[in-house]
């Protein structure tokens, strides 16, 4: 499974981008699908997930009711709408890949590389 992350970008505070995160490969191997982030001198922290049946989401507590995650199955793609972005969502934003309904980076088998979300106050 290929993982393609991309959307980032810079953007002001109280404003928002798309990720999209491109799979391609035997993703039937897998039933979730997370985005994760990292900033700089922290550890990557849980974003969000779905199932690619479209069930299972899960926010973490920093994005709820700001951060939408979406698929497309036709597409292969997931995507992330961030809204009301502030310089705490400073980060890489990383999708993965992987089987168990899980919020730990350890328990997902594929990832993409990140993409550069920036915002700036």
């Known amino acids: 499974v290929q993982l393609q992350a991309s959307g980032g970008g810079p953007v002001q505070a109280g404003g928002s981008l798309r990720l999209s995160c491109a799979a391609s490969?035997?993703?039937?191997?897998?039933?979730?699908v997370g985005w994760f982030r990292q900033a700089p001198g922290k550890e990557r922290e849980f974003v969000a997930r779905?199932?690619?049946?479209?069930?299972?989401?899960y926010y973490a507590d920093s994005v709820k009711g700001r951060f939408s995650i979406s698929r497309d199955n036709t597409k292969k793609t997931v995507y992330l709408q961030m809204d009301n972005l502030n310089d705490e969502d400073t980060a890489v934003y990383y999708c993965?890949?992987?089987?168990?309904?899980?919020?730990?980076?350890?328990?997902?088998?594929?990832w993409g590389k990140g993409t550069q979300v920036t915002v700036s106050s």
């Open positions: 490969g035997r993703t039937s191997s897998t039933v979730f």
């Open positions: 779905i199932s690619w049946s479209g069930g299972n989401i």
């Open positions: 993965a890949a992987g089987g168990p309904r899980a919020i730990v980076p350890q328990l997902y088998d594929y």
